[in-house]
């Protein structure tokens, strides 16, 4: 059983595991963002958050633009997760359906050949997981997707996916170049200290928040902790390491 996190009048701060084997409920159709600069450990924490949810009946579909990502390599293995090149993956011989694929294309480091491909194979993971739905489409830099051309793509799911089953588990490092559905849309939201006035004054597009405590809340966390935002509520705590 799920438990419950308290009211804002009462803002906890939980140790990581605790938080993520008895707080944590993200169900089918539900949007995640998480927001932090590059070596906050967004990675880490969403690949743990996949780990919580994703199961054979609501696999998760990592998408990875990177050339080289060692900490998607250590949680693909360690988690499971089966590596694929092109969408859709090759059937199992052994029937078996896997918790969560890792979509990721091969590099030539030539963006002329590669962007093409990266946006052909990512656009077709989205939309049939938008088909299909009960996925969890994880998008481990949503401002590349937008960069690759993917916008309108990601925003579909974001605001029509629900029903389906499809959610969007976005993180980003660029919290003011993300569409705005990446606020608005969200369920869970997961938020690291941010210096950039212009990445917090998005936090305010978050709807049926108090945008002054969320952006006194993250001027104060320390390097390991998140604030986290369940907007059904809304509910708030700190998941600290």
């Not at 990675?43 to 990502?69: G, H, Y």
Request: net charge positive; glycine share 6%; aromatic share 12%.
């Amino acid at each position: 059983m799920t438990k419950t996190l308290p009211f804002p009048s009462d803002i906890v701060t939980l140790p990581r595991a605790e938080f993520l084997s008895e707080y944590v409920d993200i169900r089918a159709g539900e949007h995640v963002t998480l927001l932090g600069p590059t070596g906050s450990g967004k990675t880490t924490l969403s690949f743990e958050l996949v780990n919580e949810a994703a199961t054979p009946d609501l696999p998760a579909v990592v998408l990875v633009i990177k050339p080289v990502d060692p900490v998607v390599q250590k949680y693909m293995k360690q988690y499971k997760f089966k590596l694929v090149r092109h969408w859709p993956p090759l059937p199992s011989r052994w029937n078996q359906k896997p918790r969560g694929y890792v979509l990721w294309p091969k590099h030539s480091y030539d963006p002329d050949k590669d962007d093409p491909v990266l946006y052909k194979e990512m656009r077709k993971a989205i939309l049939d997981s938008y088909k299909r739905g009960k996925r969890i489409i994880y998008v481990d830099e949503a401002w590349g997707l937008v960069d690759l051309g993917l916008q309108r793509e990601l925003v579909t799911v974001w605001t029509r996916g629900r029903s389906g089953g499809a959610g969007i588990w976005a993180g980003s490092q660029r919290p003011a170049y993300i569409p705005l559905p990446a606020y608005s849309q969200a369920d869970h939201l997961f938020l690291h200290y941010d210096a950039d006035k212009r990445d917090r004054d998005r936090f305010k597009e978050i709807g049926g928040i108090d945008p002054d405590l969320v952006e006194s809340i993250v001027l104060r966390l320390q390097w390991h902790q998140w604030l986290y935002i369940r907007r059904k509520g809304p509910v708030y705590c700190i998941v600290d390491k």
